[in-house]
């Protein structure tokens, strides 16, 4: 039986309508489900040290809006990312889908700035712009490159102290260095670190201005509290048997390391005479409890000459002839260990006169206590602390009796000391010369031999060496015709031990 021809154009439509038809309920059914008019707050807590920027800006958002949050840290802090589980970035994006709450999380940073470079050029990775702030433990390698004519002086890592008082906390003649950003370091314990900063780079000097000297550097002579005790030594070319110059720092006792004295120490090693050893000690804004102290120090000044001395051939040096030498901090220092020999042992420190004693922080495992006592004591020739603290009436630190150098000078009657060279600038407004003067003149009332000289209109430390052009004028200047002085001290005191 044939169909009817409307049957035909019922099928047509039938077929072609069903599918929309679908469509179009299972498009509404979606839009039902998709039609979500719920809102949710959003809430930022509260933070210290910075601030948190939210935009749009609501008091409740629709779900499904996005909502874009920025941190500002305050000036000296980083940014170190948001509360639970976001993503670190900065700033943050997120697609509202219930309530929900954040936190910027903020923390004490340094700011790096860069010196700028003469006669070479630094290049520091990863790269960062002068007055970016970093965290503390953040890295950075530098990489010096000298102008033909030139050589590296100092790849270094620098923080302002006292006004223009710079404090060089990380230095290498070595190129690459990777230097860190550390809260540990002195000063942000000394001044704070909320606002501080570095100032990192390098230094270049005419590759002419040293001769060729044998340096070891960083040989680490003790470790006392969480420091690593250490020199550096410079050796003239086919040194055998010399005489070894010992360098103690200044500092007030709480700045610098052995390499401020890099230049003192190249200049007599460059006599060809001398073997010189630069050394470090504890400070007394070193991060361990308790916190070391004078006494301290100088075990470590007697540590270090036992170092030295058990290494003495590897050096170039003499063993049994020891000259010691420092300035300002370091002039009291090596006062001391040249006037408190007696005491090296372990019957402990009271700090009273003639009732304390210094244990070195390094002593050679074949040796005893005693047995160093006399080593040192016996090779001591010479003493020569420059511009150095030796007594309270000076205004210079607060020291125990038993570690302030002229309430411990002997009567010659009682033991002869080494013989003592002292020196200080007639301006110098940091220990004055007054004091310099009164611990001459009480050596000489003990019938010690002692040579003192005052140079007029000469400042404080002379002796620096560091990566600004002005200290190292000032050393080629004064300090070395100083040093000149000095050295034919050290030339005399040798002859007559011969």
């Known amino acids: 039986m044939p169909y009817h021809p409307a049957y035909f154009v019922l099928r047509r439509y039938t077929n072609s309508l069903v599918p929309l038809l679908f469509t179009f309920l299972l498009a509404l059914l979606i839009t039902a489900c998709d039609d979500d008019d719920s809102h949710y707050t959003f809430t930022v ?3 210290e ?10 008091t409740d958002y629709l779900a499904g809006t996005q909502v874009t949050v920025t941190a500002t840290p305050e000036q000296g802090y980083v940014f170190t990312g948001w509360s639970g ?12 889908d219930g309530d929900q709450s954040i936190q910027a999380n903020f923390e004490l940073g340094v700011t790096i700035n860069l010196s700028e470079a003469e006669h070479g050029q630094v290049i520091i990775d990863p790269p960062i712009e002068s007055g970016t702030v970093v965290p503390f433990g953040s890295q950075f390698t530098i990489t010096a490159l000298p102008d033909n004519g030139y050589a590296i002086d100092s790849i270094y890592k620098m923080i302002w102290v006292v006004g223009t008082w710079s404090a060089y906390l990380d230095e290498s003649t070595s190129s690459p260095h990777t230097i860190v950003t550390d809260n540990q370091d002195a000063r942000f314990k000394i001044y704070g670190g909320d606002l501080d900063s570095y100032t990192i780079g390098a230094s270049f000097i005419p590759d002419d201005t040293w001769q060729d000297l044998q340096i070891t550097e ?3 002579y003790a470790t006392s509290g969480s420091k690593a005790l250490k020199y550096d030594v410079y050796t003239p070319p086919g040194a055998v ?32 005479r001398y073997v010189v050893a630069s ?3 504890r400070l007394l804004v070193d991060l361990d409890e308790p916190a070391p102290t004078h006494a301290d120090m100088i075990e470590d000044v007697y540590g270090a000459i036992a170092h030295i001395q058990e290494n003495a051939a590897v050096y170039g ?23 408190l020999t007696p005491y090296i042992g372990s019957q402990g420190y009271t700090g009273e006169i003639g009732q304390s004693y210094f244990m070195p922080s390094y002593i050679p495992s074949s040796m005893s206590v005693e047995q160093l006592q006399q080593q040192i004591s016996n090779s001591l020739l010479a003493v ?4 150095g603290a030796f007594n309270r009436t000076d205004g210079v630190g607060d020291m125990d009796p038993a570690v302030e150098p002229i309430s411990n000078i002997p009567s010659s009657n009682q033991r002869l000391l080494p013989p003592f060279y002292l020196q200080v600038g007639s301006n110098d407004t940091t220990v004055g010369p007054e004091g310099v003067r009164q611990f001459a003149q009480a050596l000489e009332d003990a019938g010690q031999q002692v040579e003192f000289v005052e140079y007029p209109g000469v400042g404080h430390a002379y002796f620096d060496w560091k990566p600004e052009a002005g200290v190292r004028e000032t050393f080629n200047t004064v300090g070395k015709p100083a040093l000149d002085d000095m050295i034919a001290f050290f030339d005399a005191v040798v002859a007559s031990n011969n």
């Open 317 to 339: 040096g003499d063993a049994s002839r020891i000259i010691i030498t420092g300035d300002s901090a370091g002039g009291h220092l090596s006062a001391s260990a040249g006037l």
């Open 85 to 96: 589980d976001h993503p670190s970035e900065n700033p943050l994006t997120l697609e509202i």
């Open 241 to 272: 048997d010399l005489p070894i110059v010992v360098i103690v720092h200044g500092g007030g006792w709480s700045l610098n390391s052995e390499d401020i004295m890099r230049g003192q120490a190249r200049y007599i090693a460059e006599s060809g």
């Open 279 to 281: 050394i470090n000690y």
């Open 218 to 220: 960083d040989v680490v």
């Open 49 to 58: 040290h910075g601030s948190v920027n939210v935009s749009p800006e609501a």
């Open 384 to 387: 020569a602390p420059s511009y």
């Open 45 to 47: 807590n509260a933070t």
